[in-house]
């Protein structure tokens, strides 16, 4: 088994010893109706209305979507429009909170007792991947055994990207919600093998996992060199299992389902309580926090800006969603954490290195997981060559970033490997 | 389609290559004219370096008529006194060298004049120098008969420490300068083979007069 | 608050730059640099400097006339003059060292868009067209230390022009190297400056490689075909090493088959590349009208880069390949 390429990282994984605490309820939140991969949703509140805590607000029709709840209590100010990170607009709901957080009294714990009531409970709880891409969970789950039976279940706790530690924070804190989380998948899901993936910088999180699972014959737990990016889904099927999740594939193709670390322990605690997805965990870190760096619970909804001033990170000058290298930049302090934010970083510079030319050194392609060839696909770019870009299996590309954090002259090569994506046409 | 990208595009400059060179030599071929037996512009001009004059000379005949050859001369030129003759040797380049070796009266060498040089540009051609071409004046046949074996011998290569290295070189001269009856060449850097191809030249005009028993008539 | 600077990930890029590389580079050169200034003496550092210096304003000016941004600090016509310089006699006159500076700069470089974009290697190219230019000045070499005999000018052969010397002894025949292997490996014989001296060639190669500027591909390739080629034309292991050590081929495979730009990007591109390179210089060495073929080898082997890129491709993970042949041959 060759290993794949990929890219030795500072960790700076600062706040691991940091404990999740709850962050202070802020004055009001903004809900944005997509969060996740798929469909947004449509508010089902207006202005006016008063709201509690996993109350409904947002769901749609569409299977590949996700309903989304309150996180507050407290009265709907306003339903706007709201420019997502990725440049797309949607709905977003205003909440001023009444500081009550009364929980809506119709959330039951589910019954689940089938594939189908697991599956039922997962959308109803507005899960979608806690790792950062926000695929439904319920889509995820709602594979069809028949043609792609899965024998094995992997849990990502790579935690690959520097800084992030709210995934070592889940392992440490609640052990045991994982543990169930993945026995309840299991279970209903017909899946008789599960593998846990933990980077070996995270030596205390993986002899805590082993020995919690030293008697549940049907949970290993994998140990992953600490490299970039070993948490993404093919690398990590890859790795754990040495299976290829070939183009246009998915892993269940492969008999594999990779499901986040938070992700599964929550569809244990909403199978005991019944609260939806509601808050989350975020690592708040980088170098332009000055106090309060850690981790912590966060209402879906609250302004970034609450958490700057709660880190005092006045000279912030680039603020990400997630992780270094496939964060998204914030264009304004006021956006809210969503779903699918696993890390709120705040640095005081912001600028790269200046681009030079390509000196065709190859690192990119040294350093590409995948072995593609972003030099090449640049050139192809440039000249607009579709038919090459094809051949180049530009689509593979997962926007990982190797190739642009390695390159000595400081070519944009991830970005523009999405700039080409965009240029072939969707079958 | 593996053919038709990869191979087929290096394939056609390939040919079209080939066919480019068999034009040149067809056309080369059809405007060839034929220069045996008359004394050409260069081999007057060698003459005239060798000697000073070329208006005298004949090339020797057979008795039918044809132009008289010897093992590696293609003519031979003499003015009743003087012959030269005219050689095509080997250097770098197979044929590389068209030279005309003159001799005096006693048979040995007056000049040699290089007509035409096909060796490599600034290596090979550094044969034309004078003071490599002076040395061959005044060599006569009994010099260049050949006293070692002159095959090569499958020798085993070895190192040696400098002191063996210098011994080695100091007896080599010293059996150079005891045989004085043979002549060495001092052959020019970074064109051995071209002046081995002079020197065969010139050993070739020599051996071809001894043959002549007496030089011309 | 507000001017947030945003931009698309990855947010974090290597400490590494091509300033950084080409000071490697330079690094990994100088202690060739110095064994030849210190075996060839005050013109050959007069060389070095004229070839950087003159290599350098060349850059700055073509760029400054084609209105292009300045690249002087990216430190790659350093590189260039130093390679050149490396690969010129000692007693090169000044102003050939000018013209073929200006010959890699500008016309291999400049002219095809700058560094990164050149067809040849610049040092190789022009070395090349110095040597069919004024081949004189250009195969005169001057024995070591030469420069310590005030009285006259001592040139001598290199190892690539020295004749073996024959003696038989014990009824056996032996065939010994003009220079020893101590020399050889210490470079204190005849040739270019900077090709000599093969313990600091070989220790710049390594430390290129340790710090992962080159690949070892290459070099290994290179040097391997040539030895194994040699060795079974030869059959004799000390001529094989002689013509390792001889002439330009460490230099050629450590430092110029390795360049970035004019050389194959994957690792099985670097492999052929450098068997290319080995196989051409056996044959120029051995049967061609030039004694030394190592410039020709890789200059040869550049203009086969792009058809090489083009055949080793990599196989991107999980890719699905044979998607049209499958259609259009596979049914017949």
Known sequence: MNKLNGIHLAHNKGTKKCETVDFPLPKSVIIPMSQHMGAPCDSLVKKGDEVTVGQKIGDSGAFMSAPIHSSVSGKVTDVTDYLLPNGSVCKAVVIETDGNQTVCPDLRAPIINDRQSLIAAVRDCGLTGLGGAGFPTHVKLNYDPAKTPVDTLVINAAECEPYITSDYREIMENPNDIIEGILLVQKYMGIPMCKVC???????????MQKKTAEIGSIDIVTLPSEYPQGAEKVIVYSAMGRIVAEGELPSHQGVMVMNVSTVSHIYRYSQDGIPLVKRRITFDGDAVTENKGNYFVPIGTRVSELLAHG???????????????????????QPITKTTNAILAFRKGELPQTTACIRCGRCVRTCPFGLMPLMIEKAYNAKDVEELKKLKVMLCMNCGCCSYACPAHRPL??????AKSLIPRK | ??????????????????????LLVAAYEATYVDTTGIITDKLQTGLTEVYGHFEDFEMLLNDDGTVRTYDGVTSILSDGKYTAFEITADGYSKGGLHVLVGLDENGTVKGVSIMTIGETPGLGTKVQNTDFLNQFSGVTYEQTIETDSGEPVKAKSVWGSRAEIQSLKREQELTDTNSSVNFTLDTVTGATFSSKGMYDAVKTALAAYNQMEGGAE | MNGLFVSPSPHRATSMSTARIMLLVIIALLPSAVAGCVFFGPSAAAVFAVCVISCVVFEALSRKIMKREQTVSDLSAVVTGLLLGMNLPATTPLYIAVIGSFIAIVIVKQLFGGIGQNFANPAIAARVVLMLSFADSMTTWVVPYWYTDVVDVTTGATPLTASWLNYSEGGAEYKMAPFTLGEMLWGETGGCIGETCAIALIAGGIFLIITKIISAATPVAFIGSFALLTFIYTGSAVETVYGILAGGLLIGAFFMATDYATTPVTTKGKIIFGIGCGLMTFI?????????????????????????????????????????????????
């Open chain 2, 1 to 22: 389609m593996f053919f038709k990208e990869k191979i087929k595009p290096p394939l056609v400059l390939t040919l079209i290559c080939l066919i480019t060179c068999g």
């Open chain 1, 414 to 419: 991830a970005e523009i490997n999405q700039l």
């Open chain 3, 284 to 332: 120029i060495r051995n049967f061609g009208s030039f004694p030394e073929g190592v410039s020709f080898a890789i200059l040869l082997m550049n203009l086969l880069t792009p058809y090489i890129d083009k055949l080793t491709l990599t196989k991107p993970f999980g890719a699905k390949m044979p998607e049209k042949p499958a259609k259009s041959e596979g049914k017949e």
């Open chain 1, 312 to 334: 005092k990170a006045e000279d912030a000058k680039k603020i990400l969603y997630g992780g270094p290298m496939m964060g998204m930049c914030l264009y304004d302090t006021e």
């Open chain 1, 198 to 208: 933990i980077e070996n910088n995270k030596p205390d999180a993986i002899e805590l």
